[in-house]
């Protein structure tokens, strides 16, 4: 019913900088909180950045300063600029969001949704 579809990951040097973009779409009603979380090899997935339906955001604070997440709720869109990327920012990026959803039988559903990953490699 609903998809999230990254792009943008890559490989960069240290120092550089990359934008992660990912759109929803399906059977959207509306899309609250949208948020970047990532996974390193061998450990968990953890929170990078999360933004509100309002524009609030939240950051981990490994990223603050470094990293910004903004939203295009026109396009159901969210991204993640990622500036002065460091080694240890190589991870799996995952696109996550609160979404209602309108069903087959005309009721609304509340589902977080997840997107496939995108691989951001910083390495000189």
């Known amino acids: 019913q609903v998809q999230l579809v990254e792009s943008g990951g890559g490989l960069v040097q240290p120092g550089g900088s990359l934008r992660l973009s990912c759109a929803a779409s399906?059977?959207?009603?509306?899309?609250?909180?949208m948020g970047w979380y990532r996974q390193a090899p061998g450990k968990q997935r953890e929170l990078v950045a999360v933004?509100?339906?309002?524009?609030?955001?939240n950051y981990a604070g490994s990223v603050k300063g470094r990293f910004t997440i903004s939203r295009d709720n026109a396009k159901n869109t969210v991204y993640l600029q990622m500036n002065s990327l460091k080694p240890e920012d190589t991870a799996v990026y995952y696109c996550?969001?609160?979404?209602?959803?309108?069903?087959?039988?005309?009721?609304?559903?509340?589902?977080?949704?997840w997107g496939q990953g995108t691989q951001v490699t910083v390495s000189s």
């Open positions: 933004i509100s339906s309002g524009g609030t955001t």
């Open positions: 399906g059977s959207i009603l509306s899309i609250d909180v």
């Open positions: 996550n969001a609160g979404v209602v959803v309108t069903t087959a039988t005309g009721t609304f559903r509340r589902g977080a949704y």
